[in-house]
């Protein structure tokens, strides 16, 4: 395991090698999961690419912190990681709330971006109402309370029917993040808005969603997609909101394409 110091707290973190001159994609976790939903994209992608992916702050095993978070916590957390490693013009993939951390990477450090790969995420995700409503459920009973919930918009039908030994993991998954950092993390989501910032972005970005995403449905990213110039836009079939986990075959045909397109498969 990989750990280092960074924007004043401890980050949990995987660097993949690969041979020189090939470039680094950056993946970026989810409420309420960590960086094993990445596990079977990763394992498509490793050789091609240097992987660098990481728990954020508040989730698996990266320190707590101080909550309540805003997203430029998260985001300086990343550039820290990446400061650290060296890293400059990068690939970031971001899954919901890594979606709105790749954006606020981007407004603040776009040295450190080459391209956007915003999955199943917004400019702006949920209402404020929405978020203190979530953050009151999980004071009274805790991620259990919401567990149900969170799956039904996770998983397809068919995964939960036919696929019951790795729903019961990924539950697993999210019901052990610390409530500390998930309900820093909810209230970083109520705050974030970027809906100005997405018009500026300026780096070749494509938007990814799953066909029946409860969280982010296909109309909010495709609204997103809207905002950002020259962006792309993809649906993938019988997925939810983490298609990295459901269909990660699809999702990584999907990103290796959009490389392709912009010729992103050396190293700036």
């Known amino acids: 395991m990989q750990f280092v110091s960074s924007n004043g707290l401890t980050l949990h973190y995987q660097l993949i090698g690969a041979p020189e001159g090939k470039p680094v994609l950056v993946?970026?976790?989810?409420?309420?999961?960590?960086?094993?939903?990445?596990?079977?994209v990763i394992l498509r992608l490793v050789g091609d690419f240097a992987i660098v992916t990481y728990d954020m702050r508040g989730h698996g095993l990266s320190d707590i912190g101080t909550a309540p978070y805003s997203i430029d916590d998260h985001t300086a957390d990343l550039a820290g990681l990446l400061d650290?490693?060296?890293?400059?013009?990068?690939?970031?993939?971001?899954?919901?709330?890594?979606?709105?951390?790749?954006?606020?990477?981007?407004?603040?450090?776009?040295?450190?971006?080459?391209?956007?790969?915003?999955?199943?995420?917004?400019?702006?995700?949920g209402s404020a109402e929405m978020w203190v409503a979530r953050i009151a459920a999980?004071?009274?009973?805790?991620?259990?309370?919401?567990?149900?919930?969170?799956?039904?918009k996770w998983f397809t039908p068919p995964f939960h029917k036919q696929r019951r030994d790795e729903l019961a993991g990924y539950r697993n998954m999210l019901t052990r993040q610390a409530i500390?950092?998930?309900?820093?993390?909810?209230?970083?989501?109520?705050?974030?808005?970027?809906t100005?910032?997405?018009?500026?972005?300026?780096?070749?970005?494509?938007?990814?969603?799953?066909?029946?995403?409860?969280s982010t449905p296909p109309e909010v990213v495709l609204s997103l997609a809207k905002l950002i110039p020259r962006s792309r836009y993809e649906v993938i079939k019988d997925a939810g909101h983490i298609p990295c986990v459901e269909q990660p075959e699809a999702l990584t045909a999907v990103i290796?394409?959009?490389?392709?397109?912009?010729?992103?498969?050396?190293?700036a």
Do not use: M
């Open 27 to 40: 993946f970026a976790n989810s409420l309420g999961t960590d960086l094993r939903i990445w596990r079977d």
């Open 84 to 125: 650290y490693l060296e890293v400059r013009n990068a690939v970031i993939c971001g899954l919901s709330v890594g979606g709105l951390v790749a954006q606020g990477l981007y407004a603040a450090r776009p040295d450190l971006v080459r391209a956007l790969i915003l999955c199943d995420t917004a400019h702006k995700i």
């Open 180 to 194: 500390g950092g998930y309900i820093g993390t909810c209230a970083a989501l109520r705050d974030a808005d970027f």
């Open 196 to 214: 100005i910032e997405a018009s500026r972005i300026a780096v070749p970005t494509i938007c990814i969603v799953g066909d029946q995403d409860g």
């Open 138 to 152: 999980l004071e009274q009973g805790g991620i259990e309370a919401i567990a149900d919930g969170v799956l039904e």
């Open 256 to 267: 290796r394409a959009f490389i392709d397109e912009f010729q992103l498969g050396e190293k």
